[in-house]
């Protein structure tokens, strides 16, 4: 199980939303570049940033992606998406430093963009975020809700060549009361590495989440506010 600590981006703030709702923003940092340090230099090997303003259509953190993965690129591997919806976004952010790229609304509504992706970049640049509420697929930074079902859009990303999906419950996310590890294991049995994200408060959970086999699980909140330490939840994902 890899762990993924998260830095999401809001008007060049190192930001965390509850349950995806811009209005219960709580700013941690405003310097993302030096939080993506604090984290490498913990011993992280991945960082998933997303870019918020993009995300939600007005504006873009660009700038500051392409700052956070020249400063930490060398030494961890950078995962990001937010308002991804093109193969020159996805290219972008991919010539800029990231690892991986992550598709989210794009995956919904443009059908023929991952396929796309997969054929310019590879399965190893591209994972597809299913963000869900109530079963069904959230799009466009959460703000509306899809009638397509997780388990369709999994299977049809899967058949298309994806291989990890970062899959997100939202009413768990910025919780703190745990992720959704069974949703998650439902994924996985569909052939899918699955990053499981939203609602990690304690080691419990993380220890969940490695006893289920998961591909890995994103951190947010409970590492800023102190609920237990990077150095700890790394050794929960290196124990699994």
């Known amino acids: 199980m890899l762990l ?18 811009d209005a219960r923003a709580t700013v941690y940092s ?9 984290f490498a230099a913990a011993g992280a090997t991945w960082l998933h ?9 007005d504006g873009d953190s660009a ?3 392409r700052a956070i993965s020249a400063r930490v ?27 991986r790229v992550v598709v989210g609304t794009a995956a919904v509504s443009d059908p023929a963009l991952v396929p796309a992706l997969l054929g310019a970049f590879g399965p190893e640049a591209v ?6 509420k ?29 291989r990890t999906v970062i899959y997100t419950d939202i009413g768990r996310d910025g919780m703190l009361v745990g992720p959704d590890v069974d949703g998650s294991m439902a994924l996985a049995a569909l052939g ?13 959970h993380l220890q969940a989440v490695a006893a289920a086999d998961l591909a890995g699980v994103i951190v947010g909140r409970a590492l800023y506010e102190r609920a237990f330490s990077l150095a700890d939840a790394l050794a929960c994902s290196s124990s699994s």
């Open 134 to 162: 109530d079963g069904l697929v959230a799009v466009k930074g959460w703000t509306e809700t899809s009638t397509l079902t997780t388990t369709a859009l999994a299977t049809r990303v899967r058949d298309a060549g994806v």
């Open 192 to 204: 899918l590495d699955v990053i499981v994200s939203g609602g990690v408060g304690t080691l419990a």
């Open 63 to 65: 700038a500051v992606v």
């Open 49 to 57: 940033v997303v870019d918020l303003d993009r995300a939600f259509g």
């Open 30 to 38: 405003a310097d993302p570049v030096g939080q993506a340090e604090a």
């Open 73 to 99: 690129g060398s030494r961890l591997k950078v995962q990001t998406g937010g308002g991804i919806r093109s193969v020159e976004a996805a290219r972008a952010a991919l010539e800029a430093g990231a690892a």
């Open 127 to 132: 994972a597809v975020g299913i963000d869900a």
């Open 4 to 21: 993924y600590p998260a830095i999401d981006l809001r008007r060049g703030q190192v930001v965390r939303l509850s349950q995806g709702d």
